[in-house]
Structures are given as structure tokens and as C-alpha cells.
């Protein structure tokens, strides 16, 4: 059983930043590929960025050049760096670890980009 926290949420301006972190509990972090969703009330959830164990990683078209995801294995943390923030960002970011059949969710952060 892994449970996962994230942090780093809240309200900034277009054009800033926000770093959101994804704290697993449990051992074993580094065996998951560790992803992160976002979701828009009424809407399907949608991949935003992944990293593998080995640390490759990938991103959804409109965060490429914005968004970096990265892992650190001895702190059993995920992160996801946002950059050049735009308004259709603003969503509930979920942070997700996945292992074979084994699929684990946070309860989601808030990010609101507004001016």
C-alpha cells in the first residue's frame, strides 16, 4: 500500500510559478512510475507529465517547455515544476504511482492561475 500527499498548490498570477511536491509513504518509491494528473470540474482527468523508474520522462502537449516532473528516490518525492503559468492551467492536480496492476492516488492539490 502506498499512500501519496501532494503539496504546493494555491493562487498565482499568469506567468508565475508553483512547485508541487508528491510525498509517498511506504518503501519501495523507486519501483513505481510516478505520474501527474490534472482535472477541470466536469471534465476527464488527463495525464499531464510521467517519469519512469529509470527517469525518463514525458509530457502532454500543452505543458512541454513549461512543466518538468522529477523524482527523488531517497526522499520518496515526486515533484512537478510549473513555469509560464496560464489560466487554463488552474485544475486539481493529482499526483499518481503505479506499479503493474497497483494504481495509487493523493487527494489532489488546487492550482489557480488568475490575475
Known amino acids: 500500500q502506498v499512500q501519496l500527499v501532494e503539496s504546493g498548490g494555491g493562487l498565482v498570477q499568469p506567468g508565475g510559478s508553483l512547485r508541487l511536491s508528491c510525498a509517498a509513504s511506504?518503501?519501495?518509491?523507486?519501483?513505481?512510475?510516478m505520474n501527474w494528473y490534472r482535472q477541470a470540474p466536469g471534465k476527464q482527468r488527463e495525464l499531464v507529465a510521467a517519469i519512469t523508474v529509470g527517469g525518463n520522462t514525458n509530457y502532454a502537449e500543452a505543458v512541454k517547455g513549461r512543466f518538468t516532473i522529477s523524482r527523488d528516490n531517497a526522499k520518496n518525492t515526486v515533484f512537478l515544476q510549473m513555469n509560464s503559468l496560464k489560466p487554463e492551467d488552474t485544475d486539481v492536480y493529482y499526483c499518481?504511482?503505479?506499479?503493474?496492476?497497483?494504481?495509487?492516488w493523493g487527494q489532489g492539490t488546487q492550482v489557480t492561475v488568475s490575475s
Open positions: 511506504g518503501s519501495m518509491f523507486s519501483i513505481y512510475a
Open positions: 499518481n504511482a503505479r506499479f503493474t496492476s497497483n494504481n495509487y
